[in-house]
């Protein structure tokens, strides 16, 4: 199974140079950019659904019963603060730790401090803001970040792989 998935990845990644190559243009083959842009979606699609099964035996294998938000993010809200609500344009202040599905820490604010971001100004993982912005001052939760909304294809040239689903637990220290 993880050599198919290597596969589609590099299938995935060759074809998206392919198109931005052309862009529009015809191939060589005579092949049209829609012709293409097909077998990238189908592909894409099974590599969404397969990160979703992946993300779905982790809930189960745990019994976290977990919110989702339309982009795919999951979210567990285990403990209410009663401070200001995370909103864009403001700062949070947050501890964390990021791991893998499989338990792999890759990030702690115990080793490397809170975190501290502008909301909506990008400087973060699309899913972090969007699960940030569920929050208000002392609660804390779990996100489930699938990769389309963390790093991606590439990582983030650390230690975060390539295709990696994150888990965050967040404590939202404060906003300011």
Excluded at 118 to 134: A, D, H, R, T, W
Aim: net charge positive; charged share 25%; aromatic share 8%.
């Amino acid at each position: 199974m993880r050599r198919v998935s290597k596969l589609i990845y590099l299938m995935f990644f060759i074809s998206c140079i392919q198109v931005s190559c052309n862009q529009g243009e015809k191939t060589q083959s005579g092949q049209s950019e829609k012709n293409i842009k097909e077998p990238l979606i189908k592909i894409n699609k099974k590599l969404v659904k397969s990160e979703d099964e992946r993300i779905q035996e982790f809930l189960d294998r745990y019994g976290w019963n977990m919110s989702q938000t339309g982009s795919g993010l999951r979210y567990l809200v285990y403990h209410k603060g009663n401070g200001k609500a995370a909103t864009i344009d403001k700062i949070a202040v947050m501890n964390f730790s990021v791991t893998l599905l499989n338990g792999d820490t890759l990030y702690t604010s115990r080793d490397d401090g809170p975190k501290e971001f502008q909301i909506g100004k990008g400087g973060v993982e699309s899913g972090l803001e969007e699960g940030i912005l569920l929050l208000k001052e002392g609660d804390r939760a779990k996100f489930i970040i699938p990769s389309h909304l963390a790093f991606g294809l590439v990582g983030d040239g650390e230690k975060i792989p390539a295709k990696a689903t994150l888990v965050y637990d967040v404590e939202l220290i404060h906003i300011k």
